[in-house]
């Protein structure tokens, strides 16, 4: 069975991490732009993070056979920084045409405040412009609420819902979120989101549609191999194995592909060549290179 892990912080993680995920059967990965665990001093900062995700980490993933794509834009959290969150909202255009680039996200809502309200419509004015889908970050505390609020503002700016991906989602918002069309995308962080015990039970209650999964995987306690290990443990709980496939990869791929830079034919050839540089630099620091025949 192929994976897709939709929501991936990678910058955060190790080659041992790509290599792990690749062995597992995950073929491509979307890395969605997040704050980097201590306040940015500038939005100069942000911006070599950006062209991070849109270059040296596309580089690196493809160096272990894992195709890497990414959403850009303001996080909730940062946007509470007003002179950071200006100077971004204002560079991000010149991030959203890049290839690998489908969606805009993460963004949404953190502490629910009106500076955070103003970065997310400003964003979804983006996300129209730049024809992409929208990844929504929803928040820990008040989720229900915040993910209402988060849908009502979708709809003032006239967003299809079936463009918009409603992540981080849990028992309490599920429902909700099905019946006002959007995509339900589950984050697998057992003690702060959702567990895969209680996926399973999500996927035996709502069945497929519309439904993924993903890691978020960052630089906290979190498990890059969530995505794999929870398939697993869904056809062992008897879920229908192509419920299983769309929820672990087919749905992610048709949510974001609407961007038309995500596709199959994409890692239909999964062949490594490691004696390539990136910027003059390599993943290996001198151990031999893995080159697959053509």
């Known amino acids: 069975m192929r994976f897709i892990d939709p929501h991936i912080h990678m910058n955060a993680r190790t080659t041992d991490d790509y290599q792990a995920m690749a062995d ?23 911006r070599d993070y950006l062209a991070t995700l849109v270059g040296w980490e596309r580089f690196r993933a493809s160096q272990f056979g894992i195709r890497h794509y990414c959403a850009i834009g303001l996080n909730a959290k940062e946007a509470n920084d007003p002179a950071l969150a200006e100077g971004v909202l204002a560079i991000l255009p010149l991030f959203l045409d890049k290839a690998g680039v489908v969606a805009v996200g993460e963004v949404g809502f953190d502490e629910q405040t009106e ?8 964003q979804l004015e983006l996300a129209k412009t730049f024809d992409l889908p929208v990844m929504v970050h929803t ?12 849908m009502d503002i979708c709809e003032e700016h006239g967003l299809d819902p079936s463009w918009v991906v409603i992540d981080h989602n849990n028992e309490t918002t599920v429902q909700a979120v099905l019946d006002r069309g959007y995509w339900a995308a ?10 895969s015990e209680r996926m399973v039970e999500i996927a035996r209650r709502y069945g497929a ?17 969530a995505v794999p290990k929870t398939a697993r443990l869904m056809l062992e709980r008897g879920i229908p194995a192509e419920q299983v496939e769309a929820i672990c990869y087919g749905n992610a791929l048709a949510a974001y592909g609407r961007s038309g830079r995500i596709a199959e034919a994409d890692w239909a050839e999964r062949r490594v060549d490691q004696t390539l ?16 025949e053509a």
């Open 277 to 292: 540089f990136y910027a003059g630099n390599s993943v290996l620091r001198g151990q031999t290179p893995r080159v697959d």
């Open 139 to 150: 928040p820990h505390r008040d989720k229900l609420r915040g993910t209402l609020r988060t």
């Open 24 to 46: 597992a059967g995950v073929v491509a990965v979307i890395e969605p732009a997040f704050w980097v665990g201590q306040p940015r001093t500038s939005p100069d900062t942000y």
């Open 209 to 225: 549609e519309r439904i993924f999964i993903d890691s978020s995987a960052d630089w906290g306690v979190s498990d890059p191999l």
């Open 186 to 195: 589950f984050t697998l962080y057992p003690q702060t989101k959702m567990g």
């Open 115 to 122: 500076a955070e309200e103003a970065a997310l419509r400003a």
